[in-house]
């Protein structure tokens, strides 16, 4: 009888521990993380309420316009936002009222701008774009961005009666309508126009930041909101949105929700950073036996080879020429980084030699055969020689 072979031992398994599987996956969660916050405050920054955005009335942070709210409800003044057409209207309808309109995205038409003009008394339009002009304030044309300054009212209009400086940060605005007033002169134009639309009073704001949580309590800019704004006991505060598109208008850009952009841009951002990272890291270092050990004169005897049989002399004679200027350096008491020039000297003064002549040794000879090189190689070496005798107390 034969004897069965015997089984094979089961091949060993490594089972990564969970320290490295934590390791490993710290990227993608951190990674997770940091999407989770883009979208989060992407959703924060473009609500539909107006909460977190650029003079949003929910917006507390520096250029949003809760304060304002806030005190005009004090006043006795009912602020209601609306986001849709229809829904504004029935709150016109209903209470009429003074009427703001911020359709920063530019949401809406010519048709739709009438109809609410034809619906309040006083019609408000922060930084209005081109569209909105055209449509309800003939004549009134941007002239430019105002970083920062002051004007007084230099018009009658009843806005500004209880004011003397008010903040013209914002967008600069001119006219060229009869019956327009202009107020709030700045060097590009004005911070506020009003014209009549039939019985509707267009107000054309370009000093916004006078409305902000962070300059409202500056100056007159409480008042000014106030006497603009407060005129009526009814506010209605419009911020159009997508769905106040006619079918058929809008781009893509206006049909998505306003959260979308800033998440694709907080997206590609993540993939350029992981790129990066990812993509410049060499990993861990890992110390490998070498199978032979090289001794060094055999490293020196197999370039010594390379450079005669490639005929590269002048680059052989170099490599001898820095180790004697390190050597020379050293032994005259300069520094590791002193120029050729200075070891020439110090070493010509040592030996009463000729600079020229150390100098053709130690950095201008081309040898133009072998013989000639190792005439200079031996000429090197005598110059070690007798520097250290000269340096070496008798």
Known sequence: MTAAAPSEAPASVSTP???????????WVALALVLALGVGAALLVGSGSGEGRALGPANAAPGGAKALVEVLGRQGVDVTVTTTLDETLDRLGSGGGTLLVDDASGFLVGDQWGRLVTATSHLVLP?????????????????????????????????????????????????????????????????????EDGDTRVSVLGATDALTNGSIGTHDDAAFALALLGGSSELTWYLPSAGDLPEGEGTLATLTPSWVTPSLVVLLLA??????????????????????????SETTE????????????????????????????????????????????????????????LRHVLVDADPVDDRELVALSDSLLDLEGAVRRATTPS
């Open 271 to 296: 993939g350029v950073a992981a790129m990066v990272w990812r993509g410049r890291r060499l990993g861990a270092l890992v110390v490998e036996r070498l199978p032979v050990t090289v001794k060094a």
């Open 127 to 195: 930084a209005p774009g081109p569209a909105a002009l055209d449509a309800v304030a003939a004549g009134v044309a941007s002239t430019g961005p105002v970083d920062e300054g002051t004007a007084g009212p230099a018009c009658s209009s009843p806005a500004l009666a209880q004011t003397s400086r008010v903040d013209v940060a914002g967008v600069a605005y001119d006219v060229d309508a009869p019956g327009a007033v202009r107020c709030l002169p700045t060097d590009d134009g004005y911070g506020l126009v009003e014209l």
């Open 17 to 27: 521990t969970v320290a490295a599987s934590v390791r490993r996956a710290r990227f």
């Open 302 to 357: 197999g370039r010594a080879r390379l450079y005669e049989r490639s005929g590269q002399r002048r680059h052989a004679l170099d490599q001898l020429r820095i180790g004697t200027l390190g050597r020379l350096a050293r032994t005259t008491g300069l520094s590791t980084t002193a120029s050729v020039d200075e070891i020439v000297a110090r070493v010509a003064a040592l030996i009463s030699a000729d600079p020229r002549g």
